[in-house]
C-alpha cells in the first residue's frame, strides 16, 4: 500500500539579514525524509528548534515568505504543491496547531466548527465532535474568549476531526490538558488511525508519544537522526545515541541527562551534528555529511550505530 503522506529529502532555509544589506540562508531543516502509511500514528519527537512545527507548516503550505524549501512531499501518492495543500487544508488535511490563537476570536464556536455549513448534518456532525471531546453543545454558542485554555484546545481538535480527514497533522496538541483529558484525546488520535486516517504526531515528549505512536521519527538540529518501531524503545533495540539518551533521561529510566546543547541553525557543525555530545564519536564523525541508512527494521543517521570500534 503506498503511504498517504511521503517526504524525500526535505530541505528548509530561511534568508536572513545579517549587516546592511548583506544576507544569508539558515538552514533549519535538512535532508528529511519518511514516509506516513494510513492506519498508523508517526510521533516526530525532538527538542525545541529541532524543526517540527516547521514540519508541519511545510505539510500545510504554511511557510512564510522568506523560506525556501527543496525537495519533495506526496500526499496520496502525488506531488503536494502550495496550491493543492491550500485545496485539501480543512477537508483531507487537517491541521490541530500548536497555538489555541488559530480560533476567530469574533466567531462563535459553532460556526467555526461547521466551517460556516448550516446544514443539519453539518450541525449533527460539529456537535458530535465536539461532544467526543467532552464539550456540550452549549459550547456551539459561546465565543473563543469565554473558554478557558483546555476548551479552546479541544475545540480546534474537534474542527480538525469534525470533517473526518485523511491525513491529521497535530502539532503539540495537548499542552494546557491535565494527564486525563491528554490521554484521552492522545487515545482519540489512535482511533482514527485505526479507522484508515494516518496522524502525524508532533511532540517534545517521548514518554507521550509512546503511547499512541506505531513508529518514531527523532530529529536533532533539523536533521531525522533515527526513526524506529515504538516497540523498539522499551526492548533496547535503538540505534542513535540521541534517541538512547532520550529515553535514559525519562524519569522511569533513571532520569540520566547528556551534557552539551542543541546547535543553533546558524552555527551547525561539519560531519554529525550531535558529535560534540556524543560518547561514540570517532574522527570520521567530524568529517562529511552523515548518511541516513536502513538499519535492523529502521533507519539510523550514525556512522557506527552499534557504538563499536571503528
Not at 530561511?14 to 514516509?35: E, K, N
Not at 453539518?122 to 464539550?135: I, N
Not at 542543541?262 to 556524543?278: H, K, L, N, S, T
Amino acid at each position: 500500500m503506498d503511504p498517504i503522506l511521503q517526504v524525500d529529502r526535505l530541505s528548509i532555509s530561511f534568508s536572513q539579514y545579517t549587516r546592511g544589506a548583506a544576507r544569508r540562508d539558515l538552514p533549519v531543516i535538512r535532508d528529511l525524509s519518511f514516509s506516513l502509511p494510513a492506519g498508523q500514528v508517526t510521533a516526530v519527537v525532538g527538542a525545541s528548534g529541532s524543526g517540527k512545527s516547521l514540519l508541519a507548516h511545510a505539510i500545510l503550505g504554511l511557510l512564510p515568505y522568506n523560506s525556501r524549501a527543496e525537495g519533495e512531499i506526496l500526499y496520496r501518492g502525488a506531488p503536494l504543491t502550495p496550491e493543492r495543500a491550500v485545496a485539501l487544508r480543512g477537508r483531507e488535511i487537517a491541521l490541530v496547531p500548536q497555538g489555541i490563537t488559530y480560533l476567530d476570536p469574533l466567531m462563535k464556536i459553532g460556526p467555526q466548527v461547521r466551517r460556516g455549513d448550516r446544514s443539519p448534518e453539518a450541525r449533527a456532525r460539529s456537535r458530535a465532535a465536539l461532544s467526543r471531546y467532552g464539550l456540550g453543545p452549549e459550547v456551539e454558542d459561546l465565543y473563543p474568549f469565554e473558554l478557558s485554555g483546555g476548551m479552546a484546545r479541544r475545540v480546534l481538535i474537534a474542527s480538525a476531526v469534525a470533517g473526518h480527514p485523511r491525513l491529521i497533522v497535530a502539532d503539540e496538541p495537548t499542552p494546557g490538558l491535565d494527564a486525563r483529558a491528554a490521554g484521552r484525546i492522545l487515545g482519540h488520535f489512535r482511533e482514527l488511525a485505526e479507522e484508515g486516517a494516518g496522524v502525524l504526531f508532533i511532540t517534545h515528549d517521548l514518554e507521550l508519544a509512546l503511547t499512541i505512536a506505531h513508529r518514531v521519527l527523532v530529529l536533532y538540529a533539523g536533521e531525522t537522526v533515527e526513526e524506529a518501531e515504538a516497540a523498539d524503545f522499551a526492548a533496547g533495540a535503538l540505534r542513535h545515541p540521541y534517541t538512547r539518551a532520550l529515553w535514559a533521561a525519562l524519569p522511569q529510566n533513571g532520569f540520566a541527562p547528556i551534557s552539551g546543547t542543541q546547535p543553533y541553525p546558524g552555527e551547525i557543525p561539519r560531519g554529525c551534528q550531535f558529535a560534540p555530545r556524543c560518547p561514540w564519536c570517532r574522527p570520521p564523525c567530524r568529517e562529511g555529511a552523515v548518511p541516513y541508512t536502513a538499519l535492523r527494521g529502521g533507519a539510523v543517521r550514525c556512522r557506527f550505530p552499534e557504538g563499536g570500534e571503528p
